[in-house]
């Protein structure tokens, strides 16, 4: 029989506070782990494996592969009682069958089949270990098939900025001999200042992957150029069934490698497997799962029946009926997830977006060529929560808006002209009321670079990056300060602040406050505020509505690092937003034509000779 889903345990330097994500435990209860894949349970306690990292996500293996039974086995020892378990979509469980163990000495093993006929529609499976008067030892737990699953071997593909970052990932990747079974290659896409191989620990991490690994140093060409080099590497110099893309900046389960892998095995016919994100900061908590691109509005969104931000440490998965259905995404994060090689064959390689939209516009282009994504459960990486960054108004602004143009024009079935301008009108309003003058000119610039077409996106890899940090430079809204310490206290009424914030309910009462907000904008500010802020405005307030009726404030960072000095200026607000309306206008009216240049150079945009030319920088 080949595993499919093992049963693991928190490892020895995870914080206590993991543990809900492995086992499901009462709060009198504290079973003893003596590795990865042994646990003892004390006497008169009962575990459950109802937890995400261990319920075998029965319905998407039912759904999108050939496994029609599963077998759970295991080895005990000791005394007490296995029980089987599953969900219905609905949440409610089922028991299936159970087993005694009576003073076994000896390790014993255990099987208990489980069809997977009746999870069409969602539902998990998972067991239960309960004792009385001894203990009970478990050991090498796992879902396993009976028919073995075709052998392939995983190309590895990280990029990275952050060489510490990076160096961690690569030791969690050798870590553990039964990922290295599967891993072939591990490709580095070094775009730093600071080099990876200089970073202490960078030996004792290469040393556990040997020749699998392979790090490339090469210009900062983003996410899509450093992901991009390592799927071209995959494909033109090795032979590996699966090409993995990792982020460098995560906490790698190394259980998700296999569990991707052995999916992609599985599959009825190829799919693109997608890892969950889970939250870095608070380890129990499950930041994002499936995922969509609305092609209506051509924002991405959490899929349909998908749950977002959920803490397992405090409510568990038998206790929300919610996590049972099954949830079909239509694109997975570049965090982690898995491309089987006929897939990218067939697909094409990334388009040269640096960053951004890259990873959506990619699964979309592969469903389009019959190739679906599937987020898969209990396959994840823990990664910095995007609630603690700001990269819709940062130095990232001109890539999320160029980018997202790109993928409209590209795979929206719909006439998106009237929405795109509608919205980014009303977008561009809400940022300069707020004073995020740099934003506007990003998004502007951004609008500007793709209504010239796609010919020089290959270049902006290069030039794109140097243009936006020039161009920030010009305005003092994203200039980056320690604190606002380094100003005079604020000056602006507490109290009246405190109301502004509260959210209007009406229509009619929003349109109020924005022509009042207009009003101010338009008005000379007062001379006193370009030294001395009114405010200092917490990032979650920094809302239109308060910034709108400021002449200046400090506004922190997303990440609480810093803060911006925002100065309203008259003069920028009028030339921002009579360069929106012209290029939106612009842009309603060309949408047909842009959107047939783009169509007609898909394919070249995404192939393998224009990105070598990149590669070999000619």
């Not at 390592?230 to 982020?247: K, P, W």
Request: with cysteine; net charge neutral; aromatic share 10%.
């Amino acid at each position: 029989m080949d595993a499919v889903h093992r049963i693991i345990l928190p490892r020895d330097d995870d914080p206590l506070d993991v543990r809900p994500m492995y086992l499901d435990e009462p709060s009198n209860v504290h079973c003893q782990v003596g590795s990865r894949r042994w646990l003892t349970v004390p006497e008169h306690a009962k575990v459950s494996f109802a937890t995400y990292f261990n319920a075998f996500p029965a319905s998407y293996w039912k759904r999108w592969t050939v496994v029609d039974e599963v077998v759970l086995r295991m080895r005990v020892r000791g005394s007490g009682r296995v029980d089987v378990y599953r969900s219905k979509p609905s949440g409610d469980i089922v028991h299936l069958e159970g087993s005694f163990v009576r003073d076994a000495a000896e390790w014993t093993s255990l099987e208990f089949p489980v069809s997977l006929k009746p999870f069409e529609d969602g539902g998990l499976i998972w067991f239960d270990a309960f004792t009385h008067e001894a203990v009970l030892e478990i050991q090498d737990a796992e879902w396993a098939v009976r028919e073995p699953l075709p052998a392939q071997k995983v190309a590895v593909s990280i990029t990275t900025m952050r060489p510490h970052d990076a160096v961690e990932a690569l030791r969690a990747l050798g870590s553990d001999p039964a990922v290295l079974d599967v891993v072939s290659k591990v490709f580095v896409a070094d775009q730093g200042a600071v080099k990876v191989r200089s970073v202490a620990g960078f030996a004792e991490a290469a040393a556990g992957l040997g020749a699998r690994l392979e790090v490339i140093e090469q210009d900062n060409l983003g996410g899509s150029g450093g992901f991009t080099r390592g799927m071209f590497e995959a494909v033109e110099h090795t032979d590996a069934d699966q090409i993995m893309l990792m982020d460098d900046d995560i906490r790698l389960e190394p259980e998700a490698v296999l569990r991707s892998n052995a999916f992609a095995r599985a599959a009825a016919s190829p799919v693109i497997v997608g890892s969950h994100m889970l939250n870095l900061q608070a380890r129990t908590r499950l930041h994002s799962s499936a995922e969509i691109v609305d092609l209506n509005t051509c924002f991405w969104r959490a899929a349909p029946g998908a749950v977002a931000d959920h803490d397992f440490g405090a409510s568990s998965l038998r206790e929300t009926p919610a996590l049972h259905p099954r949830v079909d995404a239509t694109y997975n994060g570049w965090w982690m997830c898995l491309f089987p090689r006929e897939i990218v064959q067939r697909t094409g390689y990334p388009l040269p977006l640096f960053i951004k939209w890259d990873d959506a516009e990619y699964s979309l282009r592969a469903l389009e060529h019959g190739y679906p994504t599937v987020s898969l459960p209990g396959s994840a990486v823990w990664h910095m929560p995007w609630t603690d960054k700001n990269d819709s108004t940062d130095w990232q602004a001109y890539f999320h808006t160029r980018n997202r143009l790109i993928l409209a024009a590209l795979h929206s079935p719909y006439d998106v002209r009237s929405g795109i301008v509608k919205h980014g009108l009303k977008l561009s309003l809400r940022h300069l009321l707020s004073m995020e003058y740099s934003t506007v000119a990003l998004q502007q610039k951004a609008i500007e670079d793709f209504l010239d077409g796609p010919a020089g996106l290959f270049d902006s890899l290069r030039t794109a990056l140097p243009m936006v940090r020039e161009l920030r430079a010009e305005y003092s809204d994203a200039q980056r300060l320690e604190s606002a310490r380094e100003f005079p206290p604020p000056t602006f009424d507490m109290v009246r602040a405190e109301a502004l914030l509260q959210p209007s309910k009406s229509k009619a009462t929003i349109a109020v406050r924005a022509a009042k907000s207009v009003l101010h904008n338009l008005r000379p500010p007062q001379s006193s505020a370009g030294d001395r802020p009114q405010l200092n405005v917490p990032a979650l307030n920094a809302r239109w509505f308060l910034l709108g009726n400021l002449d200046s404030a400090t506004v922190s960072t997303a990440d609480g690092t810093g803060v911006a000095f925002y100065k309203r200026d008259p003069e920028q607000f009028r030339t921002l937003m009579t360069r929106a309306i012209r290029n939106y206008r612009r842009l309603g009216r060309e949408w047909p034509r842009l959107r047939k240049l783009y169509r007609d150079a898909l394919p070249e945009l995404t192939s393998a000779e224009q990105w070598r030319k990149v590669f070999e920088n000619r």
